[in-house]
């Protein structure tokens, strides 16, 4: 099971097993531990343009 955070204006996808290093956020920071001038990577849209969606999927990719 992994919880992801959409934009909903650009459909970006915060995952916070991955972080977003471009922009200082560390892999494994919960999205509410992000700086709230934190910004969409991709169109800039604001925290609270994020929704959380929680996929059964399995985030198996290897926790380096
Ligand atoms: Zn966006």
Redesign the pocket.
């Given at each position: 099971m992994k919880t992801l955070y959409v934009?909903q204006?650009?459909g970006?996808e915060y995952n916070p097993r991955l972080g977003d290093v471009d922009n200082d956020i560390e892999p494994g920071t919960d999205f509410e531990d992000i700086s709230s001038d934190w910004t969409?990577p991709?169109?800039g849209?604001g925290k609270d343009d994020f929704e959380c969606v929680v996929s059964d999927e399995d985030d198996d990719d290897d926790y380096e």
């Open positions: 934009c204006l650009c970006y969409c991709l169109c849209a």
